[in-house]
């Protein structure tokens, strides 16, 4: 459709897409309504396995019937636990990671990621990423934590060692509205 491409989601997705493969462990820090869990689902094939979190019961169920319905559940792991205590659940290296934060869209807007533990647990994504692995964060800013969460982000992925990683952070620069921003960083 029409502005598809350059989408932050849509770009995630691409970045995501050439690096994750069939057998690969995959983790979804922000499960929310499944859209990447089931994209990611799709990538690491029978023998693969992602890894989904979320705090909310109504993201496990949501996800759990679509990814049903699509045959793709036992390539999953659905977490009811904040993506912070991530490594108590992935005890192996994993080849991507995404993060989508924010509110649950169509979900309470008051449950939100927040900078303090999305910054626990994207430290703990970057740990678990095998060399060459991908974590791509989709900022929303627009909302009342929103704001303090994409400066705390943007000055710890800001600061990552670059012997150690390739940090990219793409922003729209013509759009009104707090448009989305995204960070994607490699593991070198
Ligand atoms: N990627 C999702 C999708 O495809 O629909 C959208 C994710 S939504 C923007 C953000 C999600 O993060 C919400 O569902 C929210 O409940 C969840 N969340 C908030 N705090 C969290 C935490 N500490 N750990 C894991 N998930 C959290």
Not at 43 to 60: E, S
Not at 174 to 181: E, G, H, R, S, V
Request: glycine content about 6%; charged content about 20%.
């Amino acid at each position: 459709s029409a502005g598809h491409l350059i989408k932050a989601t849509h770009l995630a997705k691409n970045f995501i897409s050439s690096v994750l493969k069939a057998g690969d462990v995959a983790v979804d820090a922000t499960m929310g309504n499944g859209n990447d869990t089931i994209f990611m689902a799709e990538l690491v094939g029978d023998t693969g396995k992602v890894y989904a979190f979320d705090i909310q019961q109504k993201a496990l169920d949501e996800t759990k019937i679509k990814l049903s319905n699509q045959s793709l559940l036992h390539r999953t792991e659905l977490i009811h636990a904040g993506h912070e205590d991530m490594d108590q659940y992935v005890k192996t290296e994993a080849a991507a990671i995404m993060f989508n934060l924010g509110y649950l869209p169509k979900g309470d807007h008051h449950i939100v990621t927040r900078a303090q533990t999305t910054i626990r647990a994207i430290e703990k994504g970057l740990s678990l990423l095998k060399t060459n692995g991908l974590l791509t964060i989709t900022i929303y800013h627009g909302h009342p934590e929103g704001l303090d969460e994409k400066e705390a982000v943007l000055s710890y992925v800001k600061n990552l060692d670059q012997k150690l990683f390739n940090v990219l952070y793409m922003e729209f620069i013509n759009q009104a509205n707090n448009p989305p921003l995204l960070v994607a960083a490699e593991k070198k």
